[in-house]
């Protein structure tokens, strides 16, 4: 027997047997009712994890294929557990919509389990109920929908900031410019973690890049984040460019790119995986997740939010 608090394992194709049955033996249709709308709240629950994460400003350096999986699994789960608790209010909602609860016999209606909200006999007074938990419902949605698209103010002012020095590196480059913009997010968390100079004033170095032999302008000392050497990661200080403005950084960046032939393959691409790709190729990165990292940012709604907000 279906009970409101049943918490279903996902993994398991038993856990939705009893619902099956009740379906197709007509048994108690209150029960599998409520028990259906319960699973259409964790598909909902779901999708709305799934776009969180989809919003996410990074991952770590030991992040693969295989993590997302279970990350993917270990949501659906939390996803289920939460429907079949109090949920968000969805299930009762839609339990209600679909005329559940409604006693055959005395035209009363009750919720079975938590809620218990009563209808009304009345056609009318249905009528009504019906409208305001479609209401309801499409106020959870549009909530979902809100926070998926919101913005963290200072990744908002961070995009804002450096819009015109990218799209101005963008036209020396033939790289479109919200892929730069991806990059400097990847290299310094979305701004908050910038490189500074030894007075803490700012480099406005987005693009992390290091200071060799050829190098005659500012640097700062810095200690490396984890790079991967010789199958390990270790981090070493390390000397950085430092420039004197964002136009100044995105010039020097753009000008990397095109003097530098191992970069060849990297300018003028237009493809988000190409340019990622060969990016790393060239060995702009030692950490081998970090084409699929720039890759997550570019097609990320955080920064497709973003842009909408510069534009």
Request: cysteine-free.
């Amino acid at each position: 027997m279906i009970t409101n608090n049943t918490l279903f394992n996902t993994l398991d194709p038993r856990s939705m047997s009893d619902l099956s049955r009740l379906a197709k033996t007509g048994g108690n249709s209150d029960e599998a009712l409520h028990a259906a709308s319960k699973q259409v709240e964790s598909i909902f629950l779901q999708m709305v994890l799934k776009s969180m994460r989809d919003a996410s400003l990074g991952s770590g350096p030991f992040d693969s294929e295989q993590m997302k999986l279970m990350q993917g699994l270990h949501d659906q789960q939390l996803a289920s557990n939460l429907a079949q608790s109090k949920g968000v209010g969805l299930a009762d909602a839609l339990f209600r919509q679909l005329g559940g609860g409604r006693n055959k016999e005395t035209g009363d209606a009750t919720l079975q389990g938590a809620a218990n909200v009563p209808f009304l006999p009345l056609p009318k007074a249905s009528v009504a109920e019906s409208a305001a938990q479609s209401a309801k419902i499409n106020e959870t949605i549009a909530a979902a929908r809100k926070a998926d698209g919101q913005v963290p103010e200072h990744v908002r002012d961070f995009v804002t900031e450096i819009w015109p020095y990218a799209y101005a590196a963008s036209r020396a480059t033939g790289i479109p410019a919200h892929f730069m913009v991806a990059q400097a997010a990847l290299e310094t968390g979305w701004g908050a973690k910038q490189l500074k100079n030894a007075d803490g004033s700012p480099s406005y170095n987005l693009f992390n890049i290091k200071a060799g032999l050829d190098w005659n302008g500012s640097t700062t000392a810095q200690k490396t984040v984890p790079e991967l050497e010789n199958g390990n990661w270790q981090s070493r200080q390390a000397k950085f460019r430092s420039y004197a403005s964002w136009a100044e950084a995105f010039a020097d960046y753009a000008k990397l790119l095109t003097n530098s032939p191992r970069y060849a393959k990297v300018i003028g691409r237009e493809d988000a995986a190409g340019f990622a790709q060969e990016l790393k190729n060239a060995g702009y990165a030692t950490d081998p997740s970090y084409a699929d990292k720039l890759m997550r940012i570019i097609g990320s709604n955080t920064l497709k939010n973003a842009l909408d907000m510069v534009a």
